[in-house]
């Protein structure tokens, strides 16, 4: 069945970076879209970023452009959020989702997340 892993999140103070990882399995990686997603404390889950199956389109939330890049390693069904110049608001449980080529329809099948604290 479809399964998604997300790694990599951690406490870092503001202005750090991180780099999250979700390796996937249980489908065909490379004829997907995938998408970063993140969930605040009692706010709804949001697009963070999405890339298409072959890496060749990326598309941002306002709120992360600049700061953060979504890339693909289709040999290894991994998908990676680089995330730089971290504020507080980024404080939030990331998630990886097969979606839409825009992100903004997430397929499901979410994993357990990974929890990003951006806290000085």
């Known amino acids: 069945q479809v399964q998604v892993v997300e790694s990599g999140g951690g406490l870092v103070q503001p202005g750090g970076s991180l780099k999250l990882s979700c390796a996937a399995s249980?489908?065909?990686?490379?004829?997907?879209?995938m998408s970063w997603y993140r969930q605040a404390p009692g706010k709804e889950r949001e697009l963070v970023a999405a890339i298409t199956s072959a890496g060749g389109s990326t598309n941002y939330a306002d709120s992360v452009k600049g700061r953060f890049t979504i890339s693909r390693d289709n040999a290894k069904s991994t998908v990676y959020l680089q995330m730089n110049s971290l504020k507080p608001e980024d404080t939030a449980v990331y998630y990886c989702?097969?979606?839409?080529?825009?992100?903004?329809?997430?397929?499901?099948?979410w994993g357990q997340g990974t929890q990003v604290t951006v806290s000085s």
């Open positions: 249980g489908f065909t990686f490379s004829s997907y879209a």
């Open positions: 989702s097969r979606s839409s080529r825009s992100g903004a329809v997430p397929y499901g099948s």
